[in-house]
């Protein structure tokens, strides 16, 4: 049998190629011009799909998309789910495989995040409350924040003001 060395990703018009953690990866600009990269998740903006997901190239799920370029072959019966329950991230190393089972417990998590509010995050971590304040102090806007959180401008402004989190330095 004769061995066959993996095959290089074919890169086309429009395409070029970038790095997730040392491994190359196609960057198809399409998709990337539809991503805001924030300090936790890379959240899709480009158009939606059903069940809070984003539609991504060719109309598929643009998790399932990212994982397929990024990661490699989604095996079949397989769904693709999302560590850190925001539907929305296409951030490759938030994604991982599992089953139906898997998926209905991941949804049900959704569903929490869906109701809680125009949310992508309903909750902020001790890193996310340190980052928060440090980039107001560097200048970003706190509408920027909010934007950048899926948060409202009052939780923001509580946060700077040390109405919450008071103890975090
Ligand atoms: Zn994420």
Redesign the pocket.
Known sequence: MVTRPTPEPQIGAGLRTIYVRGLKVLDDGWFFARVEKTP???LWRGPRKGFGYGSGPGGEYAHRWAYRTFIGPIPPGKYVL???D?PL?V?PD?LFLGTQHDNLKDAAAKGRMIRGAAHYRAKLTEEDVRRIRSLRETGTPATGLCQQYGISFQTVWRILHRKTWAWLT
Do not use: G, N, Y
């Open positions: 936790t998740c890379w999302h560590r850190c925001t991230c951030k938030h």
